[in-house]
């Protein structure tokens, strides 16, 4: 699966994407692993062009190529996002929950929270241990409300370039 990579916002991306890169993107995004002679096929470049294309998207961080996993089948049985009003530098606390393991999205928002949290977790015991004794007690912390996955409706990357 390839996805749009998550890079901090507050940096441009070094990349001009013309309509073959799109059309790559969104080749990989239905098939992460299809072969860059099936891609070349459809884009009409040679194998060669495609994997220097392919590296430099991944290079200037535009894509990711990652295997994207069902957390229950993983036993990632607790997933939840984290609403977090904060005091004080959101930059710093973006980065302090980004470098927590659990923590696989992390966006600074203008609304009723400064931050969204989605974590994943084994268990409820780690999630509780995760917000009472690494989240919470982050410096700028003012309160969190936790919204706990009930079901995952739709987890899907390939919206595209558009």
């Not at 990579?5 to 059309?23: E, G, I, Q, T, Y």
């Not at 993107?25 to 096929?41: P, T």
């Not at 957390?71 to 959101?90: E, N, S, T, Y």
Request: aromatic share 4%; with cysteine; proline share 4%.
């Amino acid at each position: 699966m390839t996805t749009p990579s998550r890079r901090p916002r507050d940096r441009a991306p070094d990349l001009r994407l013309d309509d073959v890169a799109k059309r790559i993107i969104e080749l990989l995004q239905e098939d992460g692993r299809q072969s860059y002679a099936a891609i070349a096929k459809e884009v009409g470049l040679s194998e060669a062009a495609v994997r220097q294309r392919v590296q430099r998207l991944l290079d200037s961080e535009v894509m990711q190529i990652v295997a994207v996993t069902d957390p229950l089948q993983v036993g990632f049985h607790r997933q939840a996002m984290i609403g977090i009003k904060a005091a004080g530098d959101l930059v710093d606390l973006g980065r302090a929950l980004s470098d927590m393991p659990e923590v696989d999205y992390v966006v600074t928002t203008a609304g009723s929270f400064d931050l969204l949290v989605e974590v994943v977790c084994e268990d409820d015991q780690h999630l509780l241990e995760l917000l009472s004794q690494r989240i919470r007690p982050l410096p700028g912390v003012t309160t969190t409300e936790t919204f706990v996955y009930l079901k995952l409706n739709k987890q899907h990357y390939n919206w595209g370039t558009r």
